[in-house]
């Protein structure tokens, strides 16, 4: 074992965890929406759901959201540390990116043509995200076909009670390598928001832009910079049309252009000049809430166009390819909370989906025509809070699928919070369903008679407080099954291939830990540990143990730093090479990261100024084989408030 993490490990065994993260940990009292929809505290919820709050991003200001998420419990984003054009894969206790769904202001979101219906977080600045909820598990009940090991449930910034207010920042950074250092800055990000409340109206709107380049996507020597930027316009308006009546509209605008190497994992030319990626992305949506005596009504629908399109080098003509992928996406989601007395409620709704796609590339055309599918859900969850600290959250779901057969998904999670101890116990049982995406379905290698992917999940653990609540503990231990896996069959001989359902199951294990300790009111150690236990067939990226730690200080009322260290244990991987056709387990070593951010409150409520450090140890490390990783790099920014 690395001798930093021996010592690492040295330290939080006296606090009887290995563990630390950037979040708070939820108190008791914080409200949560992941696990009914609804607002309802966490006391009464059955689930350690983590909440990274707006404090939480300001004290990781500068960082993506793939980097944020990158220090939360359990969650391992892959790509983070490479160059920003490098694509991102997420994984919540041995699922991959099609068993993670990612859910923005209640709407599920979804790249249509993408082979495993997955969504690009690259699209989204952390600048326009308010707070994000992490809930692990199945969770196909409330959420429909993908929420299979967890769901990301990201909300965006809302306006202000005061008729106008807003911000402008201007962030510059370095983008190097361990092994190479400028530094001058490399990374630009800057934008502004205007937001505010006109009587019955309210409004938020804002700008966002990035530019990097400095790091080359392919790792090797004298390879060209990989440019990357990203233009976001987000605009929200609401009107409560009555005491009861509230009516929300949103419309945002995200286009993203990459310069890529590789069109493989890697090739025997890997640092591809010609090859640029460009993504534009189109979303509207109208949400009406309706408060009554006994409960709330509320619609969440949006409409998503996203086309992504690719200039390609054909290594054997020498010519440029071009590929087009085209989705379109409509998701409403109709749902009723009914409270029946102050110990029973109930959730019942519907939702509906309708996904299409084009695609236009050299090998294949799909027209929308024909590649098209859509999805009628009805769900209902009913939840039942006890005076004596039971609780009990179970409901169930039909997914009716215009092209295959009916699927039931269900969960039961029962929770006991002791009165007489500052302690709950937490256990669930749920299932979930993954449907075959559209390129599955209908691209020359799909295949009508797939049926959906199947997990479950099994947990129990505690969440528990101690020393007047300075300290705060919880702990899981997770089991999850995955069977009717979605894997593709090539026959050397005929060349025959298409998408099958893959024989058999795969069964993943862990245990996740999250600790939080308030030595006073202006410093915190906080910090987690997870340990994911995976067969061979799921074991690539994920690393079996993982761990956070920080410490927060705030010196005065205007000075904030912060210190953290992440350990990442050794993962396996496999290298394709697109010159031979092979392929090559390869075995990646841990690396440890340190980090550091220092905040100052130039004038009070008006304006501030940031430092951060990241990888202060200029750490030499492999992300995913073939590819460049970040070293030591600096960042500063400005904010101003008004």
Not at 82 to 91: D, E, I, M, Q, V
Not at 211 to 239: H, P, W
Request: overall charge negative; glycine content about 8%; charged content about 20%.
């Amino acid at each position: 074992m690395n001798q930093k993490f021996r010592y690492c490990t040295a330290i939080v065994a006296l606090w009887g965890t290995c563990a630390m993260a950037q979040q708070d940990t939820i108190s008791l009292k914080e409200v949560v929406i992941s696990d009914t929809k609804f607002e309802q505290s966490k006391e009464k919820s059955g689930k350690i759901i983590e909440k990274i709050t707006a404090k939480d991003l300001e004290r990781n200001s500068g960082q993506s959201v793939a980097a944020v998420l990158s220090q939360a419990l359990g969650l391992e984003v892959n790509g983070n540390q490479s160059a920003n054009g490098k694509n991102l894969s997420y994984f919540i206790r041995g699922g991959r990116n099609r068993q993670v769904l990612i859910v923005i202001d209640g709407i599920p979101m979804t790249d249509a043509s993408g082979i495993n219906l997955e969504y690009d977080l690259r699209l989204l600045p952390a600048e326009q995200v308010e707070s994000i909820e992490i809930m692990k598990g199945a969770a196909s009940t409330l959420y429909g076909t993908g929420a299979a090991s967890g769901v990301i449930n990201i909300t965006l910034k809302k306006a202000a009670k005061k008729e106008i207010s807003g911000n402008a920042y201007m962030h510059l950074g370095t983008q190097n390598t361990s092994e190479n250092f400028r530094g001058n800055p490399q990374d630009f990000n800057q934008g502004f928001g205007l937001n505010g409340t006109l009587e019955k109206v309210d409004y938020y709107a804002s700008l966002n832009s990035t530019e990097t380049k400095g790091i080359s996507q392919a790792s090797g020597e004298n390879f060209e910079e990989d440019q990357f930027s990203r233009v976001n316009a987000l605009a929200k308006i609401g009107f409560q049309a009555t005491s009861k009546l509230k009516l929300d509209f949103f419309g945002n605008y995200d286009r993203m252009k990459t310069d890529y190497d590789g069109p493989f994992d890697n090739v025997n030319s890997p640092d591809v000049l010609e090859n640029v990626s460009l993504s534009e992305q189109f979303r509207f949506g109208f949400n009406p809430k309706y408060k009554y005596r006994n409960g709330e009504f509320k619609i969440n629908s949006g409409f998503t166009l996203l086309e992504r399109s690719y200039n390609e080098l054909n290594s054997w003509s020498g010519s440029l390819d071009n590929y087009v992928y085209t989705s379109r996406s409509v998701v409403a989601d109709a749902m009723n909370k009914y409270n029946f007395n102050s110990s029973f409620f109930m959730v019942v709704g519907t939702q509906f989906q309708f996904h299409d796609m084009n695609t236009q590339t050299p090998f294949d055309v799909i027209n929308r025509e024909n590649a098209k599918f859509n999805l009628v859900d009805p769900y209902i969850t009913a939840v039942y809070n006890t005076p004596f600290g039971l609780h009990i959250n179970a409901g169930a779901r039909l997914n009716l699928h215009s092209v295959y057969d009916n699927q039931w998904v269900y969960n039961v999670n029962p929770s006991y919070h002791f009165k007489e101890l500052p302690l709950k116990i937490i256990t669930s049982y749920s299932t979930a369903y993954i449907t075959p995406s559209l390129y599955q379905l209908y691209s020359p290698y799909g295949n009508l008679d797939l049926t959906p992917e199947e997990n479950a999940t099994a947990e129990v653990g505690f969440e528990a407080t101690f020393w007047n609540k300075k300290m705060t503990l919880n702990a899981v231990g997770f089991y999850r099954e995955e069977s009717n896996s979605i894997g593709f069959f090539f026959d050397p001989e005929t060349f025959a291939s298409y998408y099958v359902n893959v024989e058999g199951e795969n069964r993943v294990r862990g245990v996740e830990t999250t600790l939080t300790y308030n030595f006073s009111s202006k410093v915190r150690v906080t910090g987690n540990y997870s340990f994911t236990d995976i067969p061979e067939e799921l074991n690539r990226l994920i690393p079996k143990h993982k761990g956070n730690i920080a410490l927060d200080y705030q010196m005065n009322a205007r000075t904030f730093a912060s210190i953290s260290y992440q350990y990442v244990d050794d993962r396996r991987d496999a290298f394709f090479d697109g010159g031979t056709f092979a392929t090559t387990d390869v075995f990646l070593g841990s690396y440890q990261l340190l980090s550091g951010l220092l905040k100052y409150e130039v004038l009070k409520n008006r304006m501030s100024v940031f430092g951060a450090v990241n990888n202060i140890l200029n750490e030499e490390f492999v992300e995913t084989v073939g590819y460049n990783t970040r070293g030591r790099n600096v960042k500063i920014g400005l904010n101003f408030m008004f």
